[in-house]
Structures are given as C-alpha cells and as structure tokens.
C-alpha cells in the first residue's frame, strides 16, 4: 500500500509513523486511519521491531477525526460502516508498545488516537481535547471513557461537556502525559524511549504492556490474579533465566526473545 497520508520510517527497531495532511492539522480522514492502520499491523508483524512511535507536527498531532468527511453522514452511514471503530482501534490493540509523540493540537480524534497509544510523551505546546460537543456529537472513538480513566471524572466531564483544552503542564499533572519534552527534541526521545523498549526481552514487554492495560480496563481483583497468572508464565522463558543470571553475573543481558 502505498501511503499518501502518512510517512513511515524505521529507526533500528522502532517504527515511527508520523501523521501528514499539514493542509488539514492531520485530520483523521479515512484514507488516513486506513493507511495507519496498514502500517501498524506492518511493524506488529515485522521481527525486527519492537516498538513504535506515532507522531504529528509542531502543529498538530490530529485536529481531529475529519468533520468535513463526517458532515454529510446519516445515522444509517455511521451505522452500517460502524464509522470510528472499524478500524481506528488498532493502535489501541497493537501488542507490541506503541508511544504517542504529541506536539500542538490533539483534539477529538487525535486525544483519542494519542489515548490508544501505550503512553504519551508530550511537547510543551501541546493542547489536548474533546471539543465534539461544539459540533453537536460527542466523542466517538473512546474519549469519554478513556479520558475519564486518565484524568478522573471531573477534568473529563468538563472537558467533554465545555470543550475546554488541557496544555502540556496540566496534562502532566493530571496523569494523561508520562513527561513534558521541549518540542524540537520530542521524535527524537520518542525514539530514543522506544529503542530502550525495542532492546528488552520482547515476551517480557508484551506481557508488562498486557497486564497494566489489564489494571486500566478491569477490576482490581481481576487485573491481580491475570498479573500473577502471566508472571508464572514468563518463568517459561529462556530470558527470565538469562536475565535474572546477567544480574548475579553483573554483565548485561543476551535477551533471545524466547
Ligand atoms: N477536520 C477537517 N478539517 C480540519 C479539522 C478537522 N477536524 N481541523 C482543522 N481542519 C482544517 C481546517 O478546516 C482548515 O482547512 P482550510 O484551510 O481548508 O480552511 C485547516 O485545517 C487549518 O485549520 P484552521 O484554519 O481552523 O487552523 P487554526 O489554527 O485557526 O485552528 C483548531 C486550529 C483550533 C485546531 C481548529 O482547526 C479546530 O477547531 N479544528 C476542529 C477541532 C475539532 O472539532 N475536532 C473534533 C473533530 S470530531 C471528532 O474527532 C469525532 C471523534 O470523536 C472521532
């Protein structure tokens, strides 16, 4: 496939997909989430990378799923093509860590995009929101829920219910960005972090990213027993036992991935 709406680049082992229709602020159009997604499941199957990283511009990461696009869809449209979540989930259910790299405008859409993202590294301009109600609808891509487990319910009802915009500083503090990066730095500590994500035993990353994700999206008690279950599991690697003795050999691991 032949990518119009997107670039893609591979940086040892990350793959780094950066969003670009700077004429519409990355506006989440179907030839966009279609591309995306074509390219994720790409790196999800690709050996040779560990990590990936989803990125915008200095401007915008996404203004949003594509009002001009959406306008003239009827509910029997968005129904039977069950519009958003056909297939804008992927990023969310990717296996292997995926870093959200967010400078300028994340808005509807694109917060909700950044959200699916494993975590997000922010820039220090960067604007995040969910303006939808200005447009008569609502979030549609899992923003009420997700941004409500991030934030908690009173930021995010605010934020849902009067399209208020959260910067960098109080996304940080509010717990939806893990840092705060200087934006001309930002792909590049994107990068770097994933490199270090992409280094490790790979089963061993995939099961960390499984059970927090478990935490986030089940009970407590659920979310415990399945950490415990796939804890014991990794005791089946080869690279719990390599990892364990470079620690008492006090040399670095040879990780094999099995
Ligand atoms: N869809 C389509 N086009 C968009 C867009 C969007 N979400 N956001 C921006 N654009 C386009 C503008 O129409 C404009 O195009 P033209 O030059 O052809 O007019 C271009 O991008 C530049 O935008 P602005 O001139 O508006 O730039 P600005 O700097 O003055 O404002 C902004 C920036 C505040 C982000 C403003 O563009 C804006 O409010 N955009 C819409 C944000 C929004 O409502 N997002 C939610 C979309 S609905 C959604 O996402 C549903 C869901 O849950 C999945």
Redesign the pocket.
């Known amino acids: 496939m032949a990518y119009e709406c997107i670039l893609t680049d591979t940086r040892g082992p990350v793959g780094l997909i950066t969003l670009n229709r700077p004429?519409?602020?990355n506006?989440l159009n179907k030839q966009l989430m279609d591309e995306l997604t074509d390219a994720l499941m790409k790196y999800e199957a690709d050996d040779a990378i560990g990590a990936m990283v989803i990125t915008g511009s200095s401007k915008?990461f996404a203004?949003?799923?594509?009002?001009?696009e959406?306008q003239p869809k009827s509910y029997m449209d968005v129904y039977m093509e069950d519009f958003?979540t056909a297939n804008w989930e992927t990023a969310s259910k990717v296996r292997k860590p995926v870093i959200a790299a967010v400078a300028g405008?994340a808005?509807?859409?694109?917060c909700?995009l950044a959200m699916m993202c494993d975590f997000i590294l922010a820039g220090e301009n960067a604007k995040f929101g969910q303006?939808?109600i200005?447009?008569g609808?609502i979030?549609?891509?899992g923003?009420t829920q997700r941004l409500t487990r991030f934030v908690g319910k009173s930021k995010a009802m605010e934020m849902v219910l009067t399209a208020r915009m959260m910067d960098a500083e109080e996304a940080e503090r509010s717990g939806l960005v893990s840092r705060i990066v200087p934006v001309d730095d930002l792909v590049e500590e994107a990068v770097s972090t994933a490199t270090k994500i992409a280094e490790l035993s790979r089963p061993s990353v995939m099961i960390a990213k499984e059970s927090v994700n478990k935490a986030y999206e089940t009970m407590l008690r659920d979310g415990i027993m399945f950490e415990r279950r796939v804890f014991h599991s990794l005791f089946a690697t080869e690279d719990q036992n390599e990892g364990m003795a470079a620690f008492a050999e006090k040399r670095k691991p040879a990780f094999k991935n099995r």
């Open positions: 004429d519409a602020l506006a915008a203004a949003g799923a594509d009002i001009k959406m958003i405008y808005l509807g859409g694109g909700e303006p939808e200005n447009l609808v979030p549609g891509a923003g």
